[in-house]
T-cell receptor, first 111, second 114 residues
Framework: SQTIHQWPATLVQPVGSPLSLECTVE??????LYWYRQAAGRGLQLLFY??????ISSEVPQNLSASRPQDRQFILSSKKLLLSDSGFYLCAWRADTYEQYFGPGTRLTVT | AQSVTQPDIHITVSEGASLELRCNYS??????LFWYVQSPGQGLQLLLK??????LVQGIKGFEAEFKRSQSSFNLRKPSVHWSDAAEYFC????????????FGGGTRLMVKP
C-alpha cells in the first residue's frame, strides 16, 4: 500500500533563515505530487505541483520554491523565510482516480 | 473559475444527533467529488469519494454523501455523531477537464456537545 511521509513534523525558524521540507511517497510510481499550505484557521492553498522529475508548476507567487529530484521525493524550500511563511504545510500525491492522499504535515513557525 | 462552497463555517451538534454538512460546486465538466476530514494538527483523511453510478456513497467512520447533479451539491451526512467526529471537514472537487487539480471548499468546523 502507499504511504506518504513528511519531515520534520514541527519546525521553528527565525526570519531570514533557509527552509527545506521533505516529502516522500512509497508504494507508487511517478505520482503527481502537491504542496499545500494552511494558514491558521484557514483552508488549503495549493503552492506547487509536479507531474514528474524536474517538472514543477507554481500556483502562487512567493518566496518559496519546490524541487523534485527523484520520482517519489518532493522538496519545499526557501532561501529566506518571512513571518508570513508560518503555517501548516501538507504534501499530497494523486491517485489514478483523482483523489489525493495527504501526509501528516509540517508545522512551521517563523519567529 | 471552478469553485467549491461550504456555506457553514462552524456547526455544533449534540452527540448522538444527526449531521449534514453542505457542499456546492460551480457547474463545469464532469465532477469527481470528495470529502476529507482533518483533526487538529494532522493531515487530511479521505472519507469518501464519488465518481459515477449510485449517487449515494458510503464512506469510512459511518459517513455517507449524496450527489445531486441538479443542485450541484454533494452533502455529507451521518445519522448519529460521536464526540470523536469533532474536526474540520473539507469538500473537494476534481473536474474531468482538470483532473490534476482538486478544488477545495473553505471547510466546516464541527463541534460536538456532550
Amino acid at each position: 500500500s502507499q504511504t506518504i511521509h513528511q519531515w520534520p513534523a514541527t519546525l521553528v525558524q527565525p526570519v531570514g533563515s533557509p527552509l527545506s521540507l521533505e516529502c516522500t511517497v512509497e508504494g507508487t510510481s511517478n505520482p503527481n505530487l502537491y504542496w499545500y499550505r494552511q494558514a491558521a484557521g484557514r483552508g488549503l492553498q495549493l503552492l506547487f505541483y509536479s507531474v514528474g522529475i524536474g517538472q514543477i508548476s507554481s500556483e502562487v507567487p512567493q518566496n518559496l520554491s519546490a524541487s523534485r529530484p527523484q520520482d517519489r521525493q518532493f522538496i519545499l524550500s526557501s532561501k529566506k523565510l518571512l513571518l508570513s511563511d508560518s503555517g501548516f504545510y501538507l504534501c499530497a500525491w494523486r491517485a489514478d482516480t483523482y483523489e489525493q492522499y495527504f501526509g501528516p504535515g509540517t508545522r512551521l513557525t517563523v519567529t | 473559475a471552478q469553485s467549491v462552497t461550504q456555506p457553514d463555517i462552524h456547526i455544533t451538534v449534540s452527540e448522538g444527533a444527526s449531521l449534514e454538512l453542505r457542499c456546492n460546486y460551480s457547474y463545469g465538466a464532469t465532477p469527481y467529488l470528495f470529502w476529507y476530514v482533518q483533526s487538529p494538527g494532522q493531515g487530511l483523511q479521505l472519507l469518501l469519494k464519488y465518481f459515477s453510478g449510485d449517487t449515494l456513497v458510503q464512506g469510512i467512520k459511518g459517513f455517507e454523501a449524496e450527489f445531486k447533479r441538479s443542485q450541484s451539491s454533494f452533502n455529507l451526512r451521518k445519522p448519529s455523531v460521536h464526540w470523536s467526529d469533532a474536526a474540520e471537514y473539507f469538500c473537494a472537487v476534481a473536474f474531468s477537464n482538470a483532473g490534476n487539480m482538486l478544488t477545495f471548499g473553505g471547510g466546516t468546523r464541527l463541534m460536538v456537545k456532550p
